[in-house]
């Protein structure tokens, strides 16, 4: 099972992102995926998970302002980051809480 993310990069505040995780090896409609995000001397922090049946649960600092997605037919899920701040600049990890698999991470950095 791999997972790997794409789509960080730097964007001023107020911007926008979406970040991907292609999966392989699995497939992802049928379990819980999430998205995690670690800055710089912080602890790792959920950000937003998408259950297997559909419902999605989002961290209150990101609530309104990113979705969590998934294409099945790419097998890929997504996460659209609108309205970003400076705060959430971190390394953006992809999860598959089912079997303690993590992808590499991609930067984020949101800065003018």
């Known amino acids: 099972v791999q997972l790997v993310e794409s789509g960080g990069g730097l964007v001023q505040p107020g911007g926008s992102l979406r970040l991907s995780c292609a999966a392989s090896?699995?497939?992802?409609?049928?379990?819980?995926m999430a998205w995690y995000r670690q800055a710089p001397g912080k602890q790792r922090e959920l950000v937003a998970n998408?259950?297997?049946?559909?419902?999605?649960n989002y961290a209150g600092s990101v609530k309104g302002r990113f979705t969590i997605s998934r294409d099945n037919a790419k097998n890929t899920v997504y996460l659209q980051m609108n309205s970003l701040k400076p705060e959430d600049t971190a390394v953006y990890y992809c999860?598959?809480?089912?079997?303690?698999?993590w992808g590499q991470g991609t930067q984020v950095t949101v800065s003018s």
């Open positions: 090896g699995i497939t992802t409609s049928s379990y819980t």
């Open positions: 999860f598959l809480p089912v079997l303690n698999v």
């Open positions: 998408l259950i297997s049946g559909g419902s999605t």
